[in-house]
């Protein structure tokens, strides 16, 4: 997202079994300063959260629900076996992490009209 400082990340990833471990570098906004990022994110953006683990580069995912007051989170909660709906900023103190990957789905038709 435009204004928003990122980091580069390399990690080698060799957590799952019978796959060959496979090096990968990526940029993340660093925790710090998401509270920014957060005034930039809609609903429907995609959020990654980037572990600090060298051999991992996300552990968790969710997607942005926001109404105009609240930013919050849908994901699937572990701790509650279910989907639910979290403040994003409950999320954010809960757990440790290096920082956060945004994505933005484009819309297909504008995507269609871009290849035309």
């Given amino acids: ?3 928003i400082p990122t980091l580069s ?7 799952v079994p019978g796959l060959a471990a496979q090096r990968t570098r990526f940029r993340c906004a660093p925790k710090a300063s998401v509270p920014r990022l957060v005034t930039k994110l809609q609903s429907g953006d ?32 572990r701790s509650q076996g279910m989907v639910v709906e ?4 409950e ?5 440790r992490m290096a920082g956060v990957i945004v994505v933005r789905p484009q819309d297909v038709t504008e995507r269609l ?3 035309n």
């Fill in 1 to 3: 997202m435009p204004g």
């Fill in 91 to 95: 999320f954010l103190e809960e757990n």
């Fill in 46 to 77: 995609l959020i990654f959260f980037v572990s600090t683990r060298k051999n991992l580069d996300v552990f968790h995912a969710g997607i942005i629900v926001y109404d105009g007051k609240s930013m919050r989170m849908r994901h699937a909660s």
């Fill in 113 to 115: 009209a871009a290849t």
């Fill in 86 to 89: 979290q403040e994003l900023s």
């Fill in 9 to 15: 990340r390399e990690r080698v990833l060799n957590l």
